[in-house]
């Protein structure tokens, strides 16, 4: 079978019933993979499920691959539709390092779980969207892991266009779930620190109604922030994926000093609208000069203040996405050639 006859289901779990909101990034990175995968004539689908059930219907003799986001499938389920469709390669995917397995045992020990599947099976993988994942797992269980990055599909040829902050209002944007290993209270730290040292009026945009873990987060930030008549902090609620990115294209910089990452879907947003972002070692397809200590806060703020000044910025991110997006598809190919 050609890639041109491959046919490909790409499964999240659909906890709000609809497409396209933000707050279900596993929904919006598999379209986007989707969409890379169909623009190389792969016939690639995405497909909302909420249950072991759900998957199995979407399926039929014509699918050749599936791949399912993040491990939350029981185990029996698993070895159920493996034997039940032996001709259709399927693939659990992992889109957290290691480090943010620490919130999900339960996680942890389906991948374990699953680990024994493939083994026992032709036609069954575990995979990660993370290289240091796979990397990882191979090593401490000697066992394979399939790596599928997280594709970003570029809807343009080049980033927009911005002019550099010079004066007024700075709005700076720390988005995603309010979860300790985003280091949020860094990022808000060192926003102060860059509207202090430019006196700078500052809007800082921090995402708020989902909080996993990290409840006291948005209170410390707003302790930080009280009477501080320069800075503004506004609480943005969550959005579909195509408003996120019109709030992310109102910004002059992003901020993401994550402890773990595997991906970040919210910096390769800024990229796509031409904002640069202040990131972590973690996210390791950004340039390197976007990135910061994620411990130092002034470092942050310096690495923020540089990016803001340097008119070549969304060119660098955008060159070090498409790299990613190159080599992520050499990955995937290998995987759906197999």
């Given at each position: 079978m050609s890639l041109s006859e491959k046919r490909v289901i790409l499964a999240y779990k659909?906890?709000?019933?609809?497409?396209?909101i933000s707050h279900i990034g596993l929904g919006v990175a598999a379209m986007n993979t989707a969409k890379v995968l169909r623009s190389r004539g792969i016939a690639a689908e995405v497909v909302p499920v909420v249950n072991a059930a759900d998957l199995s219907a979407s399926l039929d003799t014509s699918v050749s691959h599936a791949v399912v986001s993040a491990p939350w499938i029981p185990t029996a389920d698993w070895q159920r539709m493996v034997t039940h469709y032996p001709n259709i390669k399927f693939a659990v995917n992992c889109h957290s390092n290691v480090g943010f397995l620490q919130a999900d045992a339960n996680g942890v020990k389906l991948v374990r779980e699953a680990m024994e599947i493939e083994r026992g099976?032709?036609?069954?993988?575990?995979?990660?969207?993370?290289?240091?994942?796979?990397?990882?797992?191979?090593?401490?269980?000697?066992?394979?892991?399939?790596?599928?990055?997280?594709l970003y599909h570029l809807d343009q040829a080049a980033p927009i266009s911005r002019p550099l902050f010079?004066?007024?209002?700075l709005r700076i944007g720390a988005f995603g779930a309010?979860?300790?290993?985003?280091?949020?209270?860094?990022?808000?730290?060192?926003?102060?620190?860059?509207?202090?040292?430019l006196k700078a009026d500052l809007e800082l945009w921090l995402s708020a109604g989902r909080t996993e873990g990290g409840g006291c987060i948005l209170d410390a930030v707003r302790a930080m922030t009280a009477g501080l008549p320069h800075v503004k902090l506004v609480q943005s609620?969550?959005?579909?994926?195509?408003?996120?990115?019109?709030?992310?294209?109102?910004?002059?910089?992003?901020?993401?000093?994550?402890?773990?990452?595997?991906?970040?879907m919210v910096t390769a947003d800024g990229v796509a609208e031409g904002v640069p972002s202040v990131v972590s070692s973690a996210i390791d397809w950004a340039p390197d000069h976007w990135k910061a200590s994620v411990d130092d806060v002034r470092d942050i703020a310096r690495v923020g203040r540089y990016l803001l000044a340097d008119p070549h910025a969304p060119a660098d991110g955008l060159r070090a996405l498409t790299q990613h997006n190159r080599e992520g598809l050499d990955a995937w190919m290998s995987h759906l050639s197999s």
């Open positions: 659909n906890f709000a019933a609809n497409r396209n099976t032709w036609n069954f993988h575990v995979a990660g969207n993370s290289s240091k994942f796979c990397n990882w797992l191979s090593s401490a269980y000697q066992a394979p892991c399939t790596y599928l990055p997280n010079g004066g007024g209002t309010t979860r300790p290993l985003k280091n949020f209270m860094s990022a808000a730290g060192a926003a102060i620190d860059i509207a202090t040292q609620g969550w959005q579909s994926w195509p408003s996120f990115r019109t709030t992310v294209r109102h910004m002059h910089l992003l901020m993401q000093p994550s402890y773990t990452e595997s991906f970040n």
